[in-house]
């Protein structure tokens, strides 16, 4: 995100987990009301309730571009891709949600939608009910197995925010296989990446935050206009054995390009001759609000981030609206 070797700790994940143990092949993780969990491990193929996931459906029940030949595998992930796209199109409101969406529906033989359930994480009833109101508009027929109508059992995710409308983890894949990235081509893909950081609680093993730490790590040793003022007293009493100072720095880079894409602001944090650095406008203006991002994070217990005895000065005095007297005096 500027000149410096900025030692990025892309190991971070902040997605939650459902630990149900090794998937046998041939099945898949599906809601359930009926056990204690919620979820549990079913075939792909449920020929006693006329269930069939949609890896084995020969004919998918919405209209899509995937084709026949696909594996199982691939046939899964393009038909999530689709499904998605689908719904997305028919989200009626804008939200403020920051997290994951789980999505689990069936299609009847009569082209009907039953069984839907929908879990977000953090736990959000508003986002649930407009996924939930975004699916009974989507155009559905009824699956087919061997050209059979059977019962269609279909899954997919959401990642808010997300400028794009796809899974951060796929826009990764897409800007790794521009060979050309530009940057201001995947300013906002940037910005929602770190937007979505302070979204969840720290978990290990989440894709969706690997993917969101991958996307600005790419592009942390090179020239974005914008650079990141690290370096000052607060960022030096940070650990980074709970990445602290990761995500002090996460958090000014979504000031900068907050300010940069929704209030046309430049925030560059370049030298300035016959000024002092840290004395900038600018500089200050950035480590204060993303110091502001961080406390606010950290200082929910939720989000598993311990406080040092330092750091939790710096959170008292944010917490009596005192830590710019705090951080430069």
């Known amino acids: 995100m500027n000149k410096r070797n900025l030692n990025f700790l892309i190991t971070l ?10 998937i046998p092949k041939g099945h898949f993780i599906d809601a359930d009301k009926a056990t204690e969990k919620g979820y549990v491990v079913k075939p792909f193929k449920q020929e006693k309730e006329g269930i069939y996931h949609y890896a084995v459906l020969t004919e998918l029940p919405f209209e899509n571009d995937c084709t026949n030949r696909l594996s199982e595998k691939e046939q899964i992930a393009c038909a999530e891709k689709k499904l998605r796209k689908l719904i997305y199109e028919k989200l009626t409101s804008e939200n403020t949600f920051k997290g994951n969406v789980y999505v689990y529906l069936s299609v009847t033989k009569d082209a009907e939608i039953t069984d839907v359930s929908i879990n977000s994480y953090p736990k959000s009833k508003e986002i649930e009910e407009l996924i939930k109101e975004a699916i009974s508009k989507i155009e559905i027929k009824a699956g087919k197995f061997n050209n059979e109508i059977v019962i269609s059992r279909l899954w997919t995710s959401f990642t808010f925010p997300s400028s794009s409308k796809e899974l951060l983890s796929e826009s990764l894949e897409k800007m790794k296989a521009d060979k050309n990235a530009e940057y201001k081509k995947y300013e906002n893909l940037i910005f929602d990446a770190t937007q979505y950081i302070f979204s969840n609680p720290i978990y290990p093993n989440g894709k969706e935050f690997q993917a969101a730490n991958k996307i600005i790590g790419f592009w942390k040793n090179k020239d974005t206009g914008l650079n990141i003022p690290i370096g000052n007293d607060f ?7 709970n990445q602290q100072q990761y995500l002090y720095m996460v958090g000014m880079m979504n000031h900068s390009l907050n300010q940069k894409i929704n209030h046309k602001r430049i925030l560059a944090c370049k030298p300035i001759e016959g000024q002092k650095y840290k004395e900038q406008k600018d500089v200050q203006e950035v480590q204060l609000e993303g110091a502001k991002i961080l406390l606010k994070f950290i200082g929910n217990s939720k989000n598993n981030v311990p406080m040092n005895s330092k750091t939790k000065k710096y959170y008292k005095a ?12």
């Open 13 to 22: 994940l902040l997605v939650p987990i459902i630990t149900i143990g090794q």
């Open 235 to 241: 960022y030096n009493v940070l650990t980074n054995k």
């Open 318 to 329: 944010f917490e009596k609206n005192k830590l710019n007297e705090k951080l430069f005096n």
